[in-house]
């Protein structure tokens, strides 16, 4: 692991005394740790015959595989270390801004059914936010909405929510039952900003786009209420789920023509050994209750937090056991 770390060093600095300085030694035993590596692996990892310092085709494979197994290293460090305090008693869990309260009371009260001595600490956070967390090992186990990248990651349960469209009470579209995209052509589009969630962000506009429905303009809302208060103005339409119009009586909710937009939430954990042994667990009880709770307005990372480094916590963590010390 530690030539590994020395080789991803010089691979993303190109330059061998770079390289050092950043990891604090000398150039010479950084240089000969390169060469064991390369010797033990059969391969040049670096073409050294120009004035510049280039990866080879191995050095660029490994590259990747290398780092990989460095942020797996780094969770299996974290794991070990919260084992021996005994911090495995707590899943830190994501959870998407705007999960209602219903929502969270369901799913910690099936989590202390399952796992009585187990804390929850629930932290809402975005989606992008929960992945780099998941990845760096400050966060257990996710509920995201995808599509998302899941490399190096494992997917719970599946749970699907169908979209519809909201509109302003006073639309002609309101009279019918449902609403193909086409009809829509010439409205404004209200959406949360795209880097709280890029991969649903482009899956909608693709949908759209493919079901003849091109938005005049792009308006963005972080809040849900700020979504609802744009349409009832007039100022677009949104996607949403039928419980979220229902908080507004100014504007309506009917389904899309043949159901074109669907939202799917996955728990989502590290595919390696560090993982925290409850994180499976977490995200099959969290599919479930997600089926049962049909009132649900789970909405893809409605609130991007202030601070993206410092997730802002649930003040709600279910403790029914006393932790250990």
Do not use: N
């Amino acid at each position: 692991m530690r030539h590994l770390r020395i080789f991803a060093a010089v691979a993303e600095e190109l330059h061998f005394s770079r390289a050092a300085d950043r990891l604090g030694m000398a150039q010479p035993p950084l240089s000969q740790a390169v060469r064991r590596l390369e010797k033990e692996l059969g391969v040049e990892l670096f073409d050294r015959s120009r004035r510049q310092v280039e990866l080879t085709p191995a050095g660029a494979v490994l590259v990747d595989e290398a780092r990989a197994l460095l942020t797996g290293e780094e969770r299996l460090r974290t794991l070990a270390r919260r084992a021996g305090v005994g911090e495995l008693d707590t899943l830190r869990a994501g959870v998407p801004p705007g999960t209602t309260v219903a929502t969270l009371s369901l799913l910690l009260g099936t989590c202390a059914e399952h796992y009585p001595g187990m804390s929850v600490d629930l932290r809402e956070i975005t989606t992008d936010e929960q992945l780099r967390l998941i990845a760096s090992g400050g966060l257990d186990v996710g509920l995201v909405h995808q599509p998302v990248d899941i490399t190096g990651l494992r997917l719970g349960p599946e749970m699907r929510v169908e979209l519809g469209v909201v509109l302003p009470r006073v639309s002609p579209l309101a009279q019918l039952p449902e609403v193909a995209l086409a009809q829509l052509a010439g409205h404004d589009l209200v959406l949360p900003p795209r880097a709280q969630a890029p991969g649903w962000y482009d899956r909608i506009l693709d949908t759209c786009r493919a079901g003849g429905y091109v938005p005049t303009g792009l308006r963005h809302a972080s809040r849900p209420e700020v979504l609802l208060a744009l349409v009832s103005a007039g100022q677009g339409i949104a996607f949403a789920q039928g419980a979220v119009a229902g908080k507004e009586p100014r504007v309506v909710w009917r389904p899309l023509a043949d159901r074109p937009l669907t939202q799917r939430t996955s728990g989502v954990w590290p595919a390696d050994r560090s993982s925290h042994p409850a994180a499976p667990h977490f995200a099959k009880l969290a599919a479930d209750v997600l089926a049962r709770d049909r009132t649900t307005t789970l909405h893809h990372d409605d609130r991007a937090p202030a601070e993206p480094e410092s997730p802002r916590p649930w003040a709600v963590v279910y403790d029914e056991a006393p932790r250990r010390r």
